[in-house]
């Protein structure tokens, strides 16, 4: 069994190796990331600063743009928690236990993805606006949701609640529960055994759903604008922002509260990039103890 | 078809995994590659197969020169350890892959080729899986379809890399068994890995032991056996004790315990092994050998019983391993605890400064 | 095998070993419910109140069932471009290594990341007449932006990782034996790729293939800025359901999106059950 371990990480003969293959496809590969994806986002910084670096200052500290960039991480501050707790405890639930309809609370959770958003805000709005059957409630209680910042956060919730738990679950059901049940046969209660056991082996996960869900918190559009109103200085968040200063013609600003968000963008990805390499990491110094003891 | 292997030598990185070396395999002969885990014997027998370059050397098979050949082309059959069956495909589809992918020229017909395939799984008593996936097998099963897989193409050259190591006792025997008979039916030339010794020793024509990159010994099964040319054979193939002595008036000494010299001996200071079945048992010292030990486990296996001892009042690296056929066993009654002293009737002795080993006898 | 596995079923159930069922799966269903589920009962109020003949007239009106096929059209030119796109890319990531490998990787996730209304402008900006892009395509006599292939261009940039986060781990996974086996009997890189890889990697094409139409279907932010939103030509769905909703004419747009909603969830519980399937097949039943 381990006899071909010495040489099972050095297979030479793979399908597709030959230098003109290879060449070609990394080529085109390359060539169409560069069109696809690198120049859009230069152009994005680039659009920025079409007017000049004062410009782009200015624009960025116009009151209605710091109003939007306030709710923005308003909206966000509220989402993340709140799918954080939710996203954990649904990966608990599936991954740790077996009951009827399992499957389907897996596939329920998908839904926000498969929805349009603009699908998504209307729902909410049926429901909470002044003619639904809730909001009608509500408007009777001089409670309103829709139009005003709670609405913005309900719908963003819905649209990020997927995240945490499917960066999760993959990833627990893979380490299965036997580290749990070894706790438990020693005597951990419920939160020690999670905060002690679970949480050290899906930490990086987490990390990353909760980032990806603040990226997508921050940066949802087509769900917000139905339910948002678009009142300038009130309930516009900063995509809302980008949309009215891009219509009304002012290009160079739009692409300066774009490049806010394109920066969080980046700065998901290079987390990511970061947290992958860690993982990659931990694992060759894994292999490497391993292949060292067995020698 | 012969396969000659010349100073082929492989290094990964820093790791040497082969340093030089030669074989030749004559056609029809089956050779088992005996070693330990990174020995290189999967390496070399990859290197024939053609799914690793070589650093040095060449290989041969027949009078074709196929070093540089690509393994498509070389046309050999190979069953890999974990079999590698498709798993998209049904055990037909698996077994038909060798024949469908030939050039359009000397490809058969739809048809031929799957009066081909049943005959194969015929051959493999495994028609009725026909059309089943192979997540659907059993190991055994598996390894029977890898193998029609592999000689559908009727290849003159099969390579096995571990091919039973997955199985349990039972079925590994019997595969081992029907294994050797298509061999024989066949006449291919068959290179197998193993580290299994008595795999090896009941399969092979000839063994290949390798340890650390180079082949230690070549030899039929019964050959190595009686003569082991080297340490690393010995310990490898097993069941000997080793006792570390020091000559001083004729006899080899080990703290208290203590062994006459037999005639013919160099007086030297070594090693002496002694495989498990040469020893007499006694209660109270011999003449010849002073070796107290002490038993600690008694097992029953098949037709003798293994006594576990270690020594006392002297040193060895490992337990003793003392076979006893039942009668020997019942007419001393043995417990655990209880000392007892053997006396060695044959061993191989290496000295200190010997590569190779001297064949001692104790008996006139 | 058999046996064994009977055995077991007669087993009493255990109590369960680890803390935490109720409060997390009562969490998970209150959570569901709240947020997921009770949001649909207005627009199944809102579609029932207006009457099946006045429902009909909305979601079959013209412009609509244009939208539709728009819709539909630029989804599926934009996934199965992502499908030969994601195929490479992911091969290229997982196959070969070479200086700005772990950037482009990074990279894939971009479209993920970044929000949707900045890609659309970012695009329209790019395709438009006097764009970066837009000034090469009008010298070739091509039209982009405020075209149908506006709609496909935005709905491919921001579904291009489904595709590759499907495939690339299956890829990773593949034993290098089966590859080993295919050349061991003599075939060529094509016809194992063809034959052995293709096979073993399509079901999560299809499903990332898939996932990409889904989120095309719905794309709204990215695709407004650069459709041009002409009736009839280059109108998305989803931009029905605003625009109804703009003239605050709640009852078309509801009945639009339960449409929308309703397809969405079909493919949705489709790839699924789709994915259980061809697990299950590839890893026997366990």
């Given at each position: 069994m381990s006899s071909s371990k010495s040489s099972s990480g050095q297979h030479q003969l793979r399908v597709g190796d030959s230098p003109l293959v290879k060449g070609l496809l990394i080529g085109i590969t390359l060539l169409l990331t560069a069109i696809l994806l690198v120049v859009p986002l230069i152009a994005i910084f680039q659009q920025a600063f079409v007017e000049g670096a004062a410009h782009y200052f200015n624009s960025l500290v116009e009151a209605d743009t710091l109003h939007a960039i306030g709710l923005t991480l308003v909206v966000a501050a509220l989402t993340v928690p709140i799918n954080l707790v939710f996203g954990v405890m649904l990966a608990w639930a599936v991954t740790r236990f077996e009951f009827p309809g399992r499957k389907i609370l897996m596939t329920l959770m998908d839904i926000p993805f498969a929805v349009s958003p603009v699908v998504a805000g209307l729902l909410y709005l049926l429901l909470y606006g002044n003619n639904g059957w809730i909001g009608s409630w509500l408007y009777d209680q001089d409670i309103q949701l829709m139009f005003a910042w709670p609405?913005?956060?309900?719908?963003?919730?819905?649209?990020?609640?997927?995240?945490?738990?499917?960066?999760?679950?993959?990833?627990?059901?893979?380490?299965?529960?036997?580290?749990?049940?070894?706790?438990?046969?020693?005597?951990a209660s419920g939160w020690q055994l999670f905060r002690r056991v679970t949480l050290p082996n899906i930490k990086w996960a987490l990390?990353?759903?909760?980032?990806?869900?603040?990226?997508?918190?921050?940066?949802?559009?087509?769900?917000?604008?139905?339910?948002s109103g678009n009142i300038r200085g009130e309930t516009n968040t900063l995509p809302l922002h980008v949309q009215l200063q891009y219509e009304d013609y002012q290009a160079a600003a739009a692409f300066a509260s774009a490049s806010l968000l394109a920066m969080i963008a980046l700065l998901t990805l290079l987390l990511k990039a970061f947290i992958e390499w860690?993982?990659?990491?931990?694992?060759?110094?894994?292999?490497?103890?391993?292949?060292q003891v067995t020698q | 078809m012969s396969i000659l292997i010349e100073n082929i030598s492989k290094h990964f990185g820093q790791f040497q995994a082969l340093s030089p070396l030669s074989l030749d395999i004559n056609e029809g002969e089956m050779i088992g590659l005996l070693g330990p885990s990174g020995s290189g014997k999967t390496t070399l027998l990859r290197i024939i197969a053609g799914l690793e370059g070589t650093d040095t050397g060449r290989i041969k098979f027949g009078d074709r020169d196929v070093t540089n050949l690509h393994v498509r082309d070389r046309r050999v059959g190979f069953v890999f350890q974990n079999y590698a069956l498709f798993r998209h495909m049904t055990v037909a589809d698996n077994v038909a892959f060798g024949l469908e992918v030939l050039p359009r020229k000397e490809r058969p017909s739809p048809t031929e080729i799957k009066t081909r395939v049943m005959h194969l799984l015929e051959m493999v008593q495994l028609e009725h899986l026909a059309n089943r996936f192979p997540s659907q097998l059993s190991g055994g099963q598996k390894q029977r379809i890898a193998l029609a897989r592999a000689l559908a193409t009727q290849p003159e050259v099969l390579l096995l890399d571990e091919p039973f190591g997955a199985l349990d006792a039972k079925v590994r025997k019997e595969l081992r068994r029907w294994l050797r008979g298509l061999h024989d039916e066949l006449g291919f030339t068959s290179v197998f890995v193993t580290h299994d010794q008595e795999e090896a020793l009941e399969l092979s024509d000839r063994v290949?032991?390798?340890?650390?990159?180079?082949?230690?010994?070549?030899d039929q099964p019964g050959a190595l056996y009686a003569s082991p040319n080297s340490r690393f054979v010995f310990d490898f193939l097993g069941n000997a004790?080793?006792?570390?002595?020091?000559?001083?008036?004729?006899?080899?000494?080990n703290q208290q315990a203590n062994i006459v010299l037999p005639e013919g001996a160099e007086q030297k200071d070594g090693q002496l092994y002694i495989r498990s079945h040469e020893f007499f048992v006694s209660r109270e010292p011999t003449a010849q050998a002073n070796l107290p030990l002490r038993v600690i486990a008694i097992n029953p296996i098949g037709a003798e019983v293994r006594l576990e001892l270690t020594p006392i009042d002297w040193q060895s690296n490992d337990v003793w391993e003392i076979d006893?056929?039942?009668?020997?066993?019942?007419?001393?009654?043995?417990?655990?605890?209880?000392?007892?002293y053997v006396t060695p009737k044959a061993g191989y002795f290496f000295a200190n400064d010997a590569q190779k080993p001297t064949l001692l006898s104790w008996e006139k | 095998m058999a046996t064994h596995l009977s055995a077991a079923d007669t087993r009493p159930r255990h109590k369960r070993v680890l803390p935490g069922l109720s409060l997390s799966l009562g969490t998970s269903l209150l959570f569901i419910s709240l947020i997921l589920l009770l949001p649909m009962t207005g627009l199944v109020m809102q579609s029932v109140d207006m009457g099946w003949d006045r429902y009909w007239q909305v979601i079959s009106d013209e412009r609509v069932v244009a939208s539709y096929k728009v819709t539909l059209w630029a989804a599926l030119i934009a996934s199965v471009f992502n499908g030969f796109f994601g195929l490479l890319l992911a091969w290229v990531l997982v196959r070969y290594d070479f200086p700005g490998r772990r950037i482009l990787d990074a990279l894939v996730d971009l479209p993920f990341a970044l929000p949707t209304a900045v890609a659309g402008i970012t695009l329209a900006t790019l395709y438009a007449q006097n764009g970066w892009y837009g000034e090469i395509l009008e010298s070739l006599g091509l039209k982009v932006a405020y075209t149908p292939w506006g709609i496909v261009l935005a709905m491919a940039f921001t579904s291009i990782p489904f595709v590759v986060r499907t495939v690339q781990p299956v890829l990773e996974e593949l034993s290098p034996e089966e590859e080993e086996a295919g050349m061991t009997l003599g075939a060529s890189d094509w016809s194992v790729f063809r034959r052995v890889i293709f096979p073993a990697l399509w079901p999560a094409l299809m499903t990332g293939i898939a996932l990409s139409f889904t989120r095309s279907l719905g794309e709204f932010g990215a695709v407004i800025f650069i459709a041009g939103n002409m009736p009839y030509v280059s109108e998305i769905t989803s931009l029905m359901i605003f625009v109804s909703l703009q003239e605050f004419d709640f009852p078309a747009a509801s009945a639009i999106a339960s449409v929308v909603l309703m397809a969405s969830l079909v493919l949705l519980f489709a790839i699924n059950i789709w994915q259980a399937r061809y697990l299950r097949r590839l890893h026997g039943r366990s």
């Open positions: 609405g913005i956060v309900m719908v963003t919730v819905f649209v990020t609640c997927p995240f945490v738990a499917r960066e999760l679950i993959p990833l627990m059901q893979q380490q299965g529960r036997e580290d749990e049940e070894a706790a438990v046969i020693l005597g990390i990353y759903g909760v980032i990806l869900t603040n990226a997508r918190a921050v940066g949802e559009f087509g769900a917000v604008s139905v339910v860690r993982q990659e990491r931990s694992l060759k110094i894994e292999a490497e103890k391993e292949r | 290949v032991v390798m340890s650390n990159g180079h082949i230690e010994q070549i004790n080793v006792f570390d002595g020091k000559v001083e008036n004729g006899k080899w000494h006893l056929p039942h009668k020997a066993f019942d007419k001393n009654c043995f417990e655990k605890g209880q000392t007892l | -």
